[in-house]
DNA sequence: CTAATCCCGACAAAAAGACTCGGGTATTGT
DNA sequence: ACAATACCCGAGTCTTTTTGTCGGGATTAG
């Protein structure tokens, strides 16, 4: 029941764009080292951000990337769902692969478990917006 | 964010002992067979069951497992954690490591996410018991 | 005794995860 | 124009975890 790091670093990242947020792009050297994260590990993680719509980018020179909205308008859940795909806690509740939860015939009961449990993981990740992550007082949070 | 095949298969054999819970002990070999799980992969998970207290086993000819308490009395929480040991979304979570979460001094606001996360799933799987896997009527289980 | 069964540890194959590498392309400051 | 800075992309590699397999030893009913 891990999450993955690239779903760890990309939370913690995408918090230092909060926090610079209407700062202008911030590279993603910069937020490697403020992080400690590889830099070419972050490569790999920011065109999943930026597919799922959360950034946008700046390529050139004095480049980087900008959230595309605002922070209180970004969930945690929006962030790992975009770098880990859907949660899916059980094989058997992933769309593509369709297999069988037990072999038993009609309603699986064990399966209804493992969707709540779905559910829930996704709730608890949507209820906490990236604003609540950064260490600003409400008042200097860029609307 | 997946559960280990251990944990699933873990849960559906818990489920084929809470069946047949007081009808004898039942080997691995029958439970191998009804829910189509390899049986050298059943011997590797049932000692975690016995070390956590939820089953007890019967050595030798016509021996088997038997759930130690009833399955009203076990969590399906309590399955899951017996063969994958405790929750934990991040490493920084995890007892035995205790790397701190982000390098940030002080308290780190993205590790009370995880903390609750961790304690959102548990909640979930402690919230459904043995008694409710299994297709039998109310009156039908074993007290 | 024999067959069934739990028990245990080591081993192995496969998959996933976590990066690394080597380039390519767009943009900007000088 | 040119070099420096970034984003961009796909392949490759190393490690760890997962998912088993294998062989045999201990225990008990019949």
């Given at each position: 029941m891990r999450l993955s790091a690239k779903a760890e670093y990309g939370v913690r990242a995408m918090a230092v764009l909060a926090f610079y947020y209407r700062g202008g792009p911030v590279s993603l050297r910069a937020i490697a080292e403020q992080e400690e994260i590889s830099l070419k590990f972050l490569e790999q993680i920011f065109p999943d951000l930026r597919r799922a719509g959360l950034i946008h980018s700046v390529r050139g020179s004095r480049g980087g990337y900008m959230l595309s909205r605002s922070p209180g308008n970004i969930k945690v859940g929006d962030i790992v769902r975009a770098v880990e795909g859907p949660i899916t806690?059980?094989?058997?509740?992933s769309e593509s692969g369709?297999?069988?939860?037990?072999?038993?015939?009609?309603?699986c009961l064990t399966r209804q478990v493992w969707e709540k449990l779905r559910d829930r993981i996704n709730d608890v990740l949507d209820e906490v917006f990236l604003s609540e992550l950064i260490d600003l007082k409400p008042a200097e949070i860029l609307k």
């Open positions: 806690p059980v094989s058997c509740l369709e297999e069988p939860c037990c072999h038993r015939k009609g309603d």
